[in-house]
T-cell receptor
Framework: DTGVSQDPRHKITKRGQNVTFRCDPI?????LYWYRQTLGQGPEFLTY????????KSRLLSDRFSAERPKGSFSTLEIQRTEQGDSAMYLC???????????FGEGSWLTVV | GQNIDQPTEMTATEGAIVQINCTYQ??????LFWYQQHAGEAPTFLSY????GLEEKGRFSSFLSRSKGYSYLLLKELQMKDSASYLC????????FGTGTRLQVFP
């Protein structure tokens, strides 16, 4: 257990439905990252926050994806109108600004049927 | 552009030594992470190199050459449980990952 929590761990949804994932980082970590990983690939960057500010969003991220970190603590990642290609593991990670270790949560598996 | 390269697959024998290489091209480079990832699980931290040179941590060591854009992870006294994917990641303002090296350890 790294201290980064993600919920739900598994989600099966029908195509076209909306899904939301939550990440609770380690409490003193002010940077929070979202990644997506498919089978046989490394994690792919989606977006990251410095406290409550979203500093960067991948160009690969379509308008169906949105992320928030309203109070600089937990974060949510919402996928609207899910497609089968969204099936992946969604990973959250956090780090202190002055830290040298980025910790990952256990991931949220999404299956779109 | 930003690019991380590492071999896709490697095999080794229990008790042996294996070196997994990684080359990178990024802007704003801070350091190089190595993570281990077992199938179906999240990545777990192994090492972080900021300065050139070798850092040893038990059976695992990691090396960095910033001038060459090169790193390697050295695993000694391999055990069956070391069968996993090993991810190289360049630390800029975020982590940029390679595709990972799948290591299979045979008895």
């Amino acid at each position: 257990d790294t201290g980064v929590s993600q919920d739900p761990r598994h989600k099966i949804t029908k195509r076209g439905q909306n899904v939301t994932f939550r990440c609770d980082p380690i409490s003193e970590h002010n940077r929070l990252y979202w990644y997506r990983q498919t089978l046989g690939q490394g994690p792919e960057f989606l977006t990251y926050f410095q406290n409550e500010a979203q500093l960067e969003k991948s160009r690969l991220l379509s308008d169906r994806f949105s992320a928030e970190r309203p109070k600089g603590s937990f974060s949510t990642l919402e996928i609207q109108r899910t497609e089968q290609g969204d099936s992946a593991m969604y990973l959250c990670a956090s780090i202190r600004d002055t830290g040298n270790t980025i910790y990952f949560g256990e991931g949220s598996w999404l299956t779109v049927v | 552009g930003q690019n991380i390269d590492q071999p896709t697959e490697m095999t080794a024998t229990e008790g042996a030594i294996v070196q997994i290489n990684c080359t990178y091209q990024t802007s704003g480079f801070n350091g190089l992470f190595w993570y281990q990832q077992h199938a179906g699980e999240a990545p777990t931290f192994l090492s972080y190199n900021v300065l050139d040179g070798l850092e040893e941590k038990g059976r695992f060591s990691s090396f960095l050459s910033r001038s060459k854009g090169y790193s390697y992870l050295l695993l000694k006294e391999l055990q069956m449980k070391d069968s996993a994917s090993y991810l190289c990641a360049a630390h800029t303002d975020k982590l940029i990952f390679g595709t990972g090296t799948r290591l299979q350890v045979f008895p």
